[in-house]
Structures are given as C-alpha cells and as structure tokens.
C-alpha cells in the first residue's frame, strides 16, 4: 500500500533504513484500531506527537487513515 502512493520510498534515506517518519507511519498503520490515539501511540513507540501528527495527516491525505467518528469513539470508551 505504501509503495503504489510513492509514501515509502519518500520516507526512507538513501541507507535504506527507516527514518522516523516511516516508523511513524508503520507504527500509526499498526495501531490505528479505534482503541489508540496519537498520544497512546507517542508513549509506546518513542516518537514524538508532532511528527505523528504530521505523519497521521499525509496518511489521511492517501486515504490510508482517517479521523475516528465522534459516535464511534463514544462506543469505545
């Protein structure tokens, strides 16, 4: 999925190890289930909120994630 939209080669140095940007996107990716949010995300993963922000954003752009309904996340509290 990542490939097809151009997300993972514009993430990734010219090493090939992951930036962390790309570890966002993966760990986003991972725990978008309706039970995370971005700061459940930041304590686990280590990643700073800003660029989970950011990286939650472009994903939304590419149509990959999107933002949790007001009644769904009243169901799952």
Avoid: C, Y
């Avoid at 940007?21 to 760990?27: D, P, V």
């Avoid at 459940?40 to 939304?60: D, K, M």
């Amino acid at each position: 999925m990542l490939g097809k939209r151009n997300l993972h080669a514009s993430l990734t140095t010219n090493t090939g190890s992951e930036d962390q940007g790309l570890r966002a996107m993966k760990w986003l990716l991972n725990l978008s289930d309706g039970e995370h949010d971005l700061i459940a995300v930041a304590a686990r993963s280590g990643i700073p909120f800003r660029v989970l922000i950011e990286t939650a954003a472009l994903l939304q752009e590419h149509d990959l994630l999107k933002p949790l309904e007001k009644e769904q996340h009243a169901a799952t509290l």
